[in-house]
Structures are given as structure tokens and as C-alpha cells.
């Protein structure tokens, strides 16, 4: 069964930082990985999503890696704000015994706080 | 295009009571999903559709029933209510295996 881990589950930094989440996974056989925001209260909204085949993703500040062989992903933010703060979650999708793609297994989340 | 989309917002019941979420998506998307978020254990898959006809149990499917309505409507329904079904729920869907799409949640109180 897929584990997916986040440490720190929180995070404090001062804006202007640049900053590391991080992800582990138990099973490296996946079709891809997500990474999302979640404000308080609201829904998640979803950042970057790296295919199994790629080994990054870039969106503006933003960006994700991916090391399938070590189980590990990492969400890279550069100069941070304090509209950065929320909480982040890591999901990996793997394959059924099918071969079919499986749902989606979610990390706890890191929540980041930008202080100005 | 509003995306995904959820009533009620908020609700609180009883112990016992019944109620339905309701869930649509205007994304012409085929998969649908159910998900339960409690604190410090991330999102929990509770049903999920992966095609207008087409249900299939989650990691947390008890106590809980689901309707692919049509393509673009997914509902949860709870029969009796427990106090260990206070969640937040979120209903998602996406199209083969693409970035998923989330709604902005359910908060349910069982008392």
C-alpha cells in the first residue's frame, strides 16, 4: 500500500526566503505526482504535476522535482510572501495490479507560514 | 465555467440523521470523487466514479452511499449519521489522468 509522507508538518519563514517542501513515497512504481495548496476553509487548488516520465515542473515561483528511484518529490519556492502561506499537500497516483492508473494517495501536508 | 461545485457548505445533524452532499462539475470530465479531510490525515478517498454508471469504493467507504446522478452530477448520501463522520468533504473529478479538480468542501457536524 502507497505511503505518502510530508515533514515538517509546519513550516515558518520569513518573506523573502527561499524554501523546500518535502515528500516521500513508499512505492516508486507511479503514472504521476501532485502537488496542491489549500487555504483555510477553502478547497485545494492544484500547482504543478509532474509525470512519471518527467523529472520537473516549473510555474512561476514555483518548482517541483521529482526522484521516483529514491521515492521523493520536493516543491521548491523562491523569494516567499506571505500570500505563500497555506498548507501544502504532496499526491502520488500509482498503478493498479491492472496496470490501470490507481486513485490518488495524499501526504498529511506541510502548513507554511510567511512571516513579512 | 465554475468547476467544481458543493451543497450544502456547512450542515450539522444529529446523530442518526440522514443527509445527501451534493456534488457537480461542468469540466465534461468522467471520473468523480469523494473525499474526507480530517485533521492530520490528509484527504481520504471514500467513492469515486470512473465513468457516468460506475461506482467504486474508496480507502473509507462506511456508512456512506454514492449515485453517479449522470456525468456531471456525483452525490454522497450518509443514512445515519455518527459523530465519527464529522469531516470536511470534498467531491473532485478529472479526466484520465490529468490533474484533478476539487470543489471547495462540505463541513459536516454530527452531534
Known amino acids: 500500500k502507497q505511503e505518502v509522507t510530508q515533514i515538517p508538518a509546519a513550516l515558518s519563514v520569513p518573506e523573502g526566503e527561499n524554501l523546500v517542501l518535502n515528500c516521500s513515497f513508499t512505492d516508486s512504481a507511479i503514472y504521476n505526482l501532485q502537488w496542491f495548496r489549500q487555504d483555510p476553509g477553502k478547497g485545494l487548488t492544484s500547482l504543478l504535476l509532474?509525470?512519471?516520465?518527467?523529472r520537473e515542473q516549473t510555474s512561476g515561483r514555483l518548482n517541483a522535482s521529482l526522484d521516483k528511484s529514491s521515492g521523493r518529490s520536493t516543491l521548491y519556492i523562491a523569494a516567499s510572501q506571505p500570500g505563500d502561506s497555506a498548507t501544502y499537500l504532496c499526491a502520488v497516483r500509482g498503478f493498479e495490479a491492472s496496470g490501470s492508473a490507481r486513485q490518488l494517495t495524499f501526504g498529511s501536508g506541510t502548513q507554511l507560514t510567511v512571516l513579512p | 465555467n465554475a468547476g467544481v461545485t458543493q451543497t450544502p457548505k456547512f450542515q450539522v445533524l444529529k446523530t442518526g440523521q440522514s443527509m445527501t452532499l451534493q456534488c457537480a462539475q461542468d469540466?465534461?470530465?468522467?471520473?468523480m470523487y469523494w473525499y474526507r479531510q480530517d485533521p492530520g490525515m490528509g484527504l481520504r478517498l471514500i467513492y469515486y466514479s470512473a465513468s457516468e454508471g460506475t461506482t467504486d469504493k474508496g480507502e473509507v467507504p462506511n456508512g456512506y452511499n454514492v449515485s453517479r446522478l449522470n456525468k456531471r452530477e456525483f452525490s454522497l448520501r450518509l443514512e445515519s449519521a455518527a459523530p465519527s463522520q464529522t469531516s470536511v468533504y470534498f467531491c473532485?473529478?478529472?479526466?484520465?489522468?490529468?490533474?484533478?479538480?476539487f470543489g471547495p468542501g462540505t463541513r459536516l457536524t454530527v452531534l
Open positions: 473532485a473529478s478529472r479526466q484520465n489522468t490529468d490533474t484533478q479538480y
Open positions: 509532474i509525470q512519471s516520465s518527467q
Open positions: 469540466m465534461n470530465h468522467n471520473s
